[in-house]
């Protein structure tokens, strides 16, 4: 089985935590493409900054999808998602939504943690967005400077971790670590916190390859069909392809 | 006043209708300006294609905001309102916001009309991403074909207004008459339907107005600060200085 | 254009300063009537106020609703709202109505700030009124002595922009500055507050100035038709014609 | 035990319908007093008249309360029951609030039925005014002229047994007859039903024994506490009592 | 009239202080029948100790319900509630239940008091299976050991006060007094609360009396019509004639 | 790995049903245990029956679980899962859970198709127990008689892919096929049918392998710790080890 994974971020040291944390979560046989955005922001944290990744997005799978039999939107608030489920022929996955819906059978109310509070309204728009708020206990961040988004989660693992506990208390059963620059810290962590962790890029490939195993079909009707063949302006021609109908 | 209008489509005679139709809802005194996607889809009608329309709108807000009040996203679920919010000094408002917000002081119930059943799914999302689902009688489409989208208000008058009974029926106090190729139907259709009529582009250009006339203040806190200072790749340079924090 | 405002309230002194807002706030050429309930509460704070607050409106725009385009329910939490809005042939808007939709285009989720703790529920029950807990961040209220109603504005400025702060850290966007008495002060704090403010006054006229212009047709269906011709008993005769179907 | 029953309607055999169905739904040795607005309109439908009436239902509380040990308000959508709750030192209850929250031990979604339309709006209003959406299968009603106010219950019994099979068919698992004028009607069509019926008034008595017998304490915080005092104008000598603090 | 009680706790001791409650709380003439559960768990606090309670109080049911006019489950987030509604010809309240429908006609709020946070996820899981999330203030839980679950209410009582004052700062207009072994204490703290306070057993005897009085028939539609025929194995032969359609 | 299925129904050739589709379902390497309630009902369709259930769930986990790396509770609507779920030291997962969670993975709405109405009340709490109302399209049901519920999905194949476009056309953007004697049909179906279909048991088993791979920890706090050590009556022993603390 071979899963894409796109960053949405233009940072390629990003990509290459995720991918390595991916490989890792993954079965046996399964093959990990890992593809970085090409333009936008080094890390998105905003509302705007998501705009351009979720264009992003849609280009590298345009590119790449290909071959794939599951594909990965890789920042933890899934941009572009809705539109890869509409466009590709495979399954898609956001990270953020992977890792919610994990964390749904592991507890009653989850908990996402991150690095800093710019993420909170993104992240809290996230859970919103895909009718969560009954199952959430709330986003809590850190508040206070990192000295690298590279390293971010080594330097903030002990914070973290002390974030949990708030979380314990406000009625979190799981808690998500939130942020690709995460990724890998939830195994380290979890026997430092009292209830389950949950990292979104091991739920996301895990439940990518749910998706490819399970194998559903592309649906012709429903609001995930196909867009109809419309005039597209000012894309690359492979994305173009996807407006063909 | 001076009041932008992106109209996230490529197509120029959208484009030409909007503006006539807000030149006519404006306040005396105040000058329209409206301009048209440089890329993505000739009208939007899935998630996939709001997304391009979404960054091109954010490519038309940085070219054109300076010297303008206030501005308006001109398709009619609102892609990249949030971004805009977020970058722009002056206020932004979305058409498919103004209208559901003043269809509400016109009643308890509002329903969205529309032309076409592919709009319906983007429509529905962006009821419940305002949090509106409560003040919602639902979205109620045409499902049969038009000849075409620059004329297709015309074309359809009649059959929109036999499908605002059938809204009546579901509850709806009001009716939205929703989609930038529908814009100026309502006061066509004013005494042909038995409750209110609104069109989003006139509602649009009288709430930026209001907007613009409370002036109020660039947020520096809450979530639609400007975002941080952040190194942007591959975007338009007029866009890249709203980064600049 | 001409709007009417009816203070619920039968402090005269009240009535005075709610013009004096809604004069500045109007757009050139229109006119501001605005009156005074004839019986009822000094300043209404409670369910039980309200319940007389809203039958003072009824009677205040049956005899002054003649040659008005638009009418504004004048006390925070809209009493007698829904019941003008079937009743009279033009616009009705309330002033708190007015104040959240308006505060829904600033921002995700809106803070009432106001002056006195006696009045957080009857503002609590208003936001679950309109369907807009989603939108809300809750309503901050002042809790010490003030000492005269007439001048709380001005008294409790300092301490209003305190409690605008602890609003920012419960996550509102934007500020209300909830409660006829407060009216005007919203200009006044401008930049002293990190978000956007709101003034009820203010947002009331230019909503009511927008209905007006948007000119609606009168509902002859839906839930704020006119009621059917009853026989009423022990109302003044200008109230009487409004039930007259 | 005495329990006072005001009917907001200005109709005087409505009462005596209701003073009779009350009678024979109290337990033995309860006392019912059966009172009539003296202002408003003869049959409660619209918000408008609603208004009317809870401010006529306050007039008579004030007038008769004195040695009772509980009170209802008597017309279905409650008019004036919060206020009532802050002013009276006994128990309040509404007769759809009665009649719901009885419904729920019944069932887990129950329907309203009712014999106009024009109630519908009403009636929805006070369903989602008690938070009780989740437990709703929606209100029915006859959408067809009756001969007599006084007399609709017996016209329409027939009309109202099949109207309950629709309700069932819309996911009911009991049915509430709403509405003063159909009280008494629940027993006749006891068995013509399959499932249970509620009478609104008949609930309404018992839930006002129960909280009479329950001997709550009148609330000295919270946001039924009784308003302070506060200079009124305009309104009874036996009403102002209330608002002495 | 005679109520069957069941209580779903194996402790005969707090059988005992719940039949003591409820006759105290029961109308002249009211007999009340208490049995204690023959398996399960001494006291229950968990999801899993309530799979069993439900199961046992089930059992309790098939063997006394013979006779009885109503019948209560008496653990607070009644266990078995549903089921035994579908299977009992008579009707039956939850103590829960009971205690959460009253406390909304006494404010808009409820607070639910209880003396162990062991408590807290399986009373809040009851306040969304009622679909009353938005009339409460919350569960409260007292966060230190006891000494004895048959006198926690004596032990705990002054505590209990203080818990319930801070429920009133988080809006709470009501306090129920939450679990079994508090039965009986409400009336104790009457006058010691700013609010009323409702005891769970007190309220359920009254509203199991209010459901027997008004005499609705057992459903044969809707979702608690008994289950059709079924062949049952390994369960009491009297619990099976429940299933025999 | 090793997972334990637990069939709550004790009809045999459902296990093997299961069992069977389960085994097609897993991974290379992936042992399934299946086994059968010892009492309670041929096939759970009711609250009562999930009771009796829910019960006999525990006892098989109790007795089986040793050696497995996760559990699944094999009946549509997770009767004992939340309290499996505290009792375990592997994960649980439940059919009606994760064939929900992955469908929301699928699209926006899900549908849940089933060959009995009597299943409707209990599918549909299933759907509000999991916070989910919002992704779902509601719960359809064939209305006819079946001849064996062991070949029911063979028997009624064709008239469950029409029921699907039923849901379609209502807004499903994804079908689950709910109940386990129909546990194999998706894939049947999958070519007629236009959107996805989900299967309980694969999913289940999908799901159920992704959170043992994922590897959480057993919470020590939070919802789903263990309860605490309590005296336990006339359950069996295997079972009362679980409530050894």
Known sequence: MRILIANPNTTQAITDRIAAVAANAASPGTEIVAVTARFG???????????????????????????????????????????????????VVGMAEAAMLTACMLGRRFAVLTFAVALEPWYQECIEYNGLQARSAGVFCLDEPFNDINTVAEEKAAKLAELANRAIG?????????????????????????????????????????????????????????????????????????FKG
């Open 41 to 91: 922001a080094q890390y998105i944290a905003t509302r705007a900054e998501a705009v351009l990744g979720a264009h992003a997005v849609l280009e590298l799978f345009a590119e790449h999808a290909e071959g794939c039999d599951a594909a990965i939107v890789a920042a933890y608030a899934d941009p572009g998602l809705g539109a890869a489920r509409e466009l590709l022929n495979i399954p």
């Open 170 to 242: 406000a009625g979190a059963d799981v808690c998500i670590l939130g942020g690709a620059p995460l990724s890998g810290l939830a195994a380290q962590l979890r026997d430092k916190v009292a209830i389950p962790l949950v990292d979104g890029v091991a739920a996301a490939v895990r439940q990518a390859e749910t998706l490819a195993a399970l194998n559903p079909r592309k649906p012709i009707a429903g609001t995930f069909r196909r867009p109809g063949p419309k005039q597209m302006t000012g894309i690359s021609s492979s994305l173009k392809t996807f």
